[in-house]
């Protein structure tokens, strides 16, 4: 049989060059409000002679990949002895292989132990993506998120002291006008906690059909306009507190594309805001705009 993907398929933009292996078809937690990523496909955990099948047929295909993205929604939720294997054969059959990455809630990490997460780490999972999406409970439980700040952040730091580096996504404009600054500031908040090795910005995007888009149409939530949306960035920016992080908001969904280490290029990028403020001009045009 040959390499074969269940559609749809989603990876970070950064896994745009990856060999994808779905360890797990779907997402285990398929409810978040904005999300419809999932919502015709069915969760499960493919078992192992599936997954051996997979990386069989694919090494025939890509016998010289450097990066791996194991697939679907948050792959980390497989058993911990399902994974190993899976990283135990990517490493044997992939001989040029560098980076293995892989989707994560925080429920993952909390439910495997420090000594499975520092397995994992050790047999090569090279970076996890981790939705903070943000650092407010109140929207957090708005979203349907079914996690809190403080699981988001107590996972995010058991991954990183079993030596698994966690590139975090946020979503400006998540709580709408009403909330924008308490999204900025608690994000800011939560993210300064995690002090992940990457953050990157989304900005709300709402996808046709889903809860979110209905919210919409019946007036019960409002988008931010793209000045909004830049402020509530300024916001974040200026209450964040990071060491060595790599900031980047060049997600096609967002206005104004910045990149830069943060805290470091911090002002650099405060500096951005307020010439792009200036020159509305500079921003990303809403036809341009995507997932
Ligand atoms: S956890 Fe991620 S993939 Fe799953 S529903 Fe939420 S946003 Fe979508």
Same mark, same amino acid.
């Not at 439910?111 to 999406?133: C, M, R």
């Not at 996972?155 to 404009?173: D, N, Y």
């Given at each position: 049989?040959?390499?074969?993907?269940?559609? *749809?398929?989603?990876?970070?933009?950064?896994?745009?060059? /990856? $060999?994808? $292996?779905?360890?797990?078809?779907?997402? /285990?937690?398929? +409810?978040? /409000?904005?999300?419809? %990523?999932?919502?015709?496909?069915?969760?499960?955990?493919?078992?192992?002679? #599936?997954?051996?099948?997979?990386?069989? %047929?694919?090494?025939?295909?890509?016998? =010289?990949?450097?990066?791996?993205?194991? !697939?679907?929604?948050?792959?980390?939720?497989?058993?911990?002895?399902?994974?190993?294997?899976?990283?135990?054969?990517?490493? @044997?059959?992939?001989?040029? $292989?560098?980076?293995?990455?892989?989707?994560?809630? +925080?429920?993952?990490?909390?439910?495997?132990?420090?000594?499975? &997460?520092?397995?994992?780490?050790?047999?090569?999972?090279?970076?996890?993506?981790?939705?903070?999406?943000?650092g407010?409970?109140?929207?957090?439980?708005?979203?349907?998120?079914?996690?809190?700040?403080?699981?988001?952040?107590?996972?995010?730091?058991? !991954?990183?002291? +079993?030596? &698994?580096?966690?590139?975090i996504?946020f979503?400006i404009g998540?709580?709408?006008? #009403?909330?924008s600054e308490?999204h900025a500031k608690e994000t800011a908040a939560a993210a300064s +906690?995690?002090n *992940?090795?990457y953050l990157s910005a989304l900005t709300?995007?709402?996808?046709?059909?889903?809860?979110?888009?209905?919210?919409?149409?019946?007036?019960?939530?409002? &988008? &931010?306009? *793209?000045?909004q949306t830049l402020r509530e960035l300024k916001i974040l920016l200026e209450n964040i507190l990071l060491e060595?992080c790599v900031f980047r908001s060049n997600? %096609?969904?967002n206005y104004l594309p910045l990149k830069g280490v943060l805290n470091r290029d911090r002002d650099k990028m405060l500096a951005m805001i307020d010439k792009a403020l %200036? =020159?509305? @001009?500079?921003?990303?045009? #809403?036809?341009?705009?995507?997932?």
């Amino acid at each position: 049989m040959g390499y074969y993907l269940v559609p *749809p398929v989603y990876r970070p933009p950064s896994e745009a060059h /990856s $060999l994808i $292996l779905q360890v797990t078809l779907g997402c /285990s937690h398929n +409810a978040c /409000s904005f999300c419809v %990523a999932y919502k015709g496909k069915k969760f499960r955990v493919k078992t192992w002679p #599936e997954i051996e099948a997979d990386i069989e %047929a694919a090494k025939k295909y890509y016998p =010289n990949a450097t990066r791996i993205f194991l !697939a679907d929604g948050n792959a980390m939720v497989a058993d911990t002895g399902l994974l190993l294997k899976v990283l135990e054969k990517v490493h @044997r059959d992939f001989p040029y $292989l560098e980076r293995i990455g892989i989707y994560a809630r +925080a429920s993952d990490f909390l439910e495997k132990t420090p000594e499975d &997460l520092k397995k994992l780490s050790e047999a090569g999972i090279g970076l996890v993506y981790y939705g903070l999406e943000s650092g407010s409970d109140r929207i957090l439980k708005m979203i349907h998120k079914g996690e809190t700040v403080s699981q988001m952040i107590e996972g995010g730091h058991k !991954a990183m002291e +079993a030596g &698994l580096p966690l590139s975090i996504t946020f979503i400006i404009g998540l709580g709408g006008p #009403e909330l924008s600054e308490e999204h900025a500031k608690e994000t800011a908040a939560a993210a300064s +906690a995690i002090n *992940p090795a990457y953050l990157s910005a989304l900005t709300m995007f709402i996808p046709e059909g889903s809860f979110m888009d209905r919210k919409l149409k019946r007036g019960e939530f409002k &988008l &931010l306009t *793209p000045e909004q949306t830049l402020r509530e960035l300024k916001i974040l920016l200026e209450n964040i507190l990071l060491e060595n992080c790599v900031f980047r908001s060049n997600h %096609a969904s967002n206005y104004l594309p910045l990149k830069g280490v943060l805290n470091r290029d911090r002002d650099k990028m405060l500096a951005m805001i307020d010439k792009a403020l %200036a =020159n509305p @001009r500079l921003l990303r045009p #809403e036809f341009l705009r995507g997932l």
